[in-house]
T-cell receptor, first 113, second 113 residues
Framework: AQSVTQPDIHITVSEGASLELRCNYSYGATPYLFWYVQSPGQGLQLLLK??????LVQGIKGFEAEFKRSQSSFNLRKPSVHWSDAAEYFCAVGAGTASKLTFGTGTRLQVTL | DTGVSQDPRHKITKRGQNVTFRCDPI?????LYWYRQTLGQGPEFLTYFQNEAQLEKSRLLSDRFSAERPKGSFSTLEIQRTEQGDSAMYLCASSLGHNNEQFFGPGTRLTVL
């Protein structure tokens, strides 16, 4: 069965600082990997996805993520955080082109001014 | 493209009552998913449709839960004899056939008193 671990429940960074959110997955084959963001009272918005190919993927809002098969990781990064990035971030793994997503428990990002 | 819509956005009900939620996916998306999200957790998969066929159900989906997608367009999720443990955000997502990029609706927040 697939699973996702997000080790950091809560992270606080200063505006303008760099950000890295950790995600580790467990899946026997090549996974489909996703990062979603959820603002209070809002639905989930897809930031980026990895299916195959280049292991460094670019997403919206200046985010990027790197797939490392050897470490079973898919960490999310942003070079300079903006106050509007404060939200909950979820990593998810899927088994193929048409399957359920398994989500991590999320990381809440707080941005200080 | 108006996105995935869900109705109602909020539902308060008394224990033992039946409730029904509706999801309208992005037009032409053939896959539709239901997830449940409780406070402090990531979304958990409930069930999935391809067109009108229900292809997978989670063990979380007890006999009190039923979902339909009669014409392969909108879907309904019904909970019978609601319990306080059913209080959660119910999320709907849809995707197109060639990838697993799921677009989420804003959710229906259920409170069972």
């Amino acid at each position: 069965a697939q699973s996702v671990t997000q080790p950091d429940i809560h992270i606080t960074v200063s505006e303008g600082a760099s950000l890295e959110l950790r995600c580790n997955y467990s899946y026997g084959a090549t996974p489909y990997l996703f990062w979603y963001v959820q603002s209070p009272g809002q639905g989930l918005q897809l930031l980026l996805k990895y299916f195959s190919g280049d292991t460094l993927v670019q997403g919206i809002k200046g985010f990027e993520a790197e797939f490392k098969r050897s470490q079973s990781s898919f960490n999310l990064r942003k070079p300079s955080v903006h106050w509007s990035d404060a939200a909950e971030y979820f990593c998810a793994v899927g088994a193929g082109t048409a399957s359920k997503l398994t989500f991590g428990t999320g990381t809440r990002l707080q941005v200080t001014l | 493209d108006t996105g995935v819509s869900q109705d109602p956005r909020h539902k308060i009900t008394k224990r033992g009552q039946n409730v029904t939620f509706r999801c309208d996916p992005i037009s032409e998306h053939n896959r539709l998913y239901w997830y449940r999200q409780t406070l402090g957790q990531g979304p958990e998969f409930l069930t999935y449709f391809q067109n009108e066929a229900q292809l997978e159900k989670s063990r979380l989906l007890s006999d009190r839960f039923s979902a339909e997608r009669p014409k392969g367009s909108f879907s309904t999720l019904e909970i019978q004899r609601t319990e306080q443990g059913d209080s959660a955000m119910y999320l709907c997502a849809s995707s197109l056939g060639h990838n697993n990029e799921q677009f989420f609706g804003p959710g229906t927040r259920l409170t069972v008193l």
